[in-house]
DNA sequence: CCATAACGATTAGCAATTCTGATAGTTCCG
DNA sequence: CGGAACTATCAGAATTGCTAATCGTTATGG
């Protein structure tokens, strides 16, 4: 016996022929002739090498074997787990289902994943979502390109075999103590002379903000880099000094710091969401990134609405 | 997607790129051309409506796309169960396993069935034997004709539409209290003229053991029936009557009875295996038949050898 | 007891499928 | 820039799979 034998089509002739009785009646259901589902189970029963029905003859109806029950039994399991992989291939297609890899980096997980998350949860509830998340772009480009990552936030310059859409745009500002500094913007002189707080040199957007500081002032003064965004804000709350960070990496709700624009303004980094072009995406990806946009739509909305360079808000 | 579009040909094709990294290699591996397995998966991927790989070209391995994997996934899952549903049918086939439905009557149960279920947990230990008892051969021809059972001990005249082995050959004995008749054979007339114990009689052993004696004496009387043959033996020893039965139905170790030949002797009652002669049978069924021959025949030398007629042994 | 109806097997022929072999097109590598 | 290593594609041959018509068998009803 060889797998090749079961055709699943000689399957569910058997299972046709054995729940009506009769081949014809099988045919008609199938909408096959008469003729055709007997030469089917002809061929099965000559591929098992025993015969699956009883042929009483005349107008009697066929009778399984004990090996056709054998069979039947096993045809059964072999079409529900077609059928069940036709339905599983069907949802994924939907974009419904499966697994859907992101990458992110600090402030988006904390600004924008959970939005889309939850935005996800209830547009695609069968989708698994698995993050991964790295500050430094290159491992999220480098995830992107090995196929670890479906989609993945960004920010900065995309590499050639990717194509991202641009989300925000999201600003380089001051951060102080609060009542430290005057209303109004800081000049990058003022603050580039003093001692500074920020990321390790690892993370992609503490790299490209402190190359546009040190376009200005070439020798900087950094006395604590931590990855841990509240850790900077506590450093800058107790006078340790100023950072200067995207937007995004400032809680907002921190009434114990202060957020200043910067004179002249640093270019704003661009947050992005980035895949392999010449890799076909995951139906849940399209939809993954739709919803993104519109979450940090919101997001860039809500940040326009504050209040910067001002007394703090509630 | 339709449960059609998934043929296993395209399936194993597709697990078989996934596994070598290009067309060629599975093709060679499969034993087609490599045009054959460009087509099939070109063929699965219309029927998707979505790439499963993505080709680089060049000399470099394609690549699954997210598409892919979940095809390939459930690819796996199918071949699997037909890999496993070709095994159980091949297991069938020997006779290896499988449901095997026996009928049986009361002293074939305890007189032979025992050492036929040993021997095929020996030989076939998959087969599965449900076992249905009934003491009217009616009863068992009855499922065997609607196919509720495979094969049956049975005892006396075989319908047509069944076909029989004979097992051996069973005499009708007296059996009376221990002590009670000298030893030798007792003579019919003398048992039919006193009072008899005997099964009831929906019992197929006991209707032919019960005409055979009526052909001497018309009138019995029957004082007391039991389908239990302990019970019998209980009677008997109490000394309320004699019983003839089949020496089947009596327990050799028990030494408050003794057995007598009878003069002149009965027509014995013949024990055989029947199954539709118009139904494939189950391969094990074939293995049951033999092994229940043999099991017979042991059965059978070992009564031959019991001194009957004589004071007990051990 | 014969006519009829219900059924599966068989056959011939046609259509669709499914291979093969050859070839063209693409990309990488030296 | 040429060769190597791929896949896609095409035409044609082989095979498969279906239909329609017909035959043989068995039960049923007049």
Redesign the pocket.
């Known amino acids: 016996m060889d797998v090749s034998a079961l ?1 699943p ?1 000689h399957l569910a002739s058997l299972i046709a ?1 054995a729940e ?8 008609a259901e199938l ?13 099965l029963e000559q591929a098992l090498g025993a015969s699956v ?1 009883d ?8 009778e399984l074997t004990p090996m056709g029950e054998i069979v039947l039994t096993q045809a059964r399991r072999v079409l529900a787990v077609l059928a069940d992989a036709a339905a599983e291939i069907t949802r994924f297609e939907g974009g419904e289902t499966g697994p859907l890899a992101v990458g992110t980096f600090q402030s988006a997980s904390t600004a924008i994943l959970p939005g889309v998350v939850a935005a996800m949860r209830d547009a695609a509830p069968g989708v698994q979502i698995e993050l991964q998340e790295s500050d430094d772009d290159a491992d999220l480009f480098a995830a992107l390109c090995d196929g670890t990552l479906d989609v993945s936030f960004v920010v900065g310059e995309i590499p050639e075999s990717l194509t991202a859409v641009p989300l925000m745009s999201d600003p380089f500002v001051a951060v102080a103590p609060a009542g430290s500094y005057p209303t109004g913007p800081i000049a990058v002189n003022d603050v580039v002379s003093g001692p500074l707080i920020g990321q390790p040199l690892d993370s992609s957007c503490q790299r490209l903000g402190e190359s546009a500081l040190r376009a200005v002032a070439p020798d900087l003064h950094y006395v604590f880099r931590t990855a841990d965004n509240g850790a900077v804000a506590a450093m800058v709350r107790a006078g340790m000094g100023v950072a200067v960070l995207p937007l995004l990496c400032v809680d907002p709700d921190d009434n114990t710091i202060e957020v200043h624009t910067l004179q002249p303004e640093l270019p704003a980094r661009s947050v992005q969401i980035a895949w392999r072009t010449d890799r076909t995406q995951p139906p849940s990806a399209q939809r993954f990134v739709e919803l993104s946009a519109t979450v940090a739509a919101g997001v860039a909305a809500a940040m326009g609405q504050r209040s910067f360079d001002a007394a703090p808000a509630s």
Do not use: C, K, M, W
Request: hydrophobic letters at 35%; glycine letters at 16%.
């Open positions: 055709d089509r022929v009506t009785g009769t081949f014809g009646r099988a045919a909408g096959y002739s008469q003729s055709a589902v007997s030469q089917q189970i002809a061929v029905f042929r009483p003859g005349g107008p009697r109806p066929v």
